[in-house]
């Protein structure tokens, strides 16, 4: 009769081998972020060695505001919200990232603290490197450039967020963080432009800084007005020029 027990050297290399696939994960970690592509395989061999892999949960916190920021955070895979609670409890969203994105760049500057929360909004694949690595990054001078790039077209979306708010009614803000979250995780279909994301009520609440309530009854309105539809969560853009006029009405 075969014995269904398994060698011990077996089980070793097996160990072995499993082991072998998480280092080499690790290492495969950043190197391959399109902030590191214009890089020669040697840099990226060294950049993949100083990354850190972890996989967070939907909903689980990556950082709460207020917390020392000791760690530069890239998004490998899913999507991160970068948010605000003031001291009654309402939260604002100030973003949302995707693969690529960088975030946790206070990291870079002396006794830092994070200046907002991160949580990942869906299972999320992040790489990240400690504050005393950062120095190792900036050396390259392709990778300075991309950074500041990062933290320039960063500022402008924060820009954009808080005229939007100040300007514009809150069918207006709404209209327009739909085409902007259209072209930032759209999709197109047969119907429209999916919005690659689960967006509840309240999301977008946190999104426009308004109430759900509010937001609620403009949804209705624009999808009865034929510009959106909603399915589980997911919103299409149907007509693309509605939304465009009604955000532009103050």
Not at 179 to 188: F, I, P, V
Not at 219 to 232: M, N, T
Request: hydrophobic share 40%; with cysteine; glycine share 4%.
């Amino acid at each position: 009769m075969l014995s269904s027990k398994r060698p011990p050297n077996v089980s070793v290399t097996i160990e072995m081998e499993t082991a072998g696939r998480l280092i080499m994960k690790q290492i495969h970690c950043m190197k391959d972020l399109s902030i590191f592509s214009n890089l020669d395989f040697l840099e990226r061999e060294a950049i993949g060695r100083l990354a850190v892999k972890r996989v967070y949960h939907k909903n689980e916190f990556i950082f709460r505001e207020g917390e020392t920021a000791d760690t530069i955070y890239m998004v490998k895979s899913g999507r991160v919200r970068l948010f605000k609670v003031s001291t009654s409890g309402k939260d604002i969203t100030l973003g949302i990232l995707k693969n690529d994105d960088l975030f946790g760049e206070n990291t870079m500057f002396e006794e830092a603290f994070h200046s907002m929360s991160a949580q990942a909004l869906e299972n999320t694949f992040v790489c990240s490197c400690s504050k005393k690595h950062v120095p190792l990054l900036l050396k390259n001078p392709y990778i300075s450039m991309k950074i500041i790039q990062y933290l320039g077209e960063k500022i402008q979306n924060y820009t954009e967020q808080v005229a939007n708010i100040a300007f514009r009614n809150v069918k207006g803000r709404v209209s327009s963080t739909l085409l902007r979250l259209a072209r930032d995780y759209g999709y197109q279909s047969d119907q429209g432009t999916i919005i690659d994301i689960e967006l509840t009520h309240q999301d977008l609440a946190s999104l426009v800084n308004a109430s759900r309530v509010m937001v609620s009854y403009v949804l209705r309105d624009l999808r009865d007005e034929g510009a959106i539809s909603i399915k589980d969560h997911r919103i299409t853009l149907l007509n693309r020029e509605k939304l465009a006029q009604t955000m532009d009405v103050c």
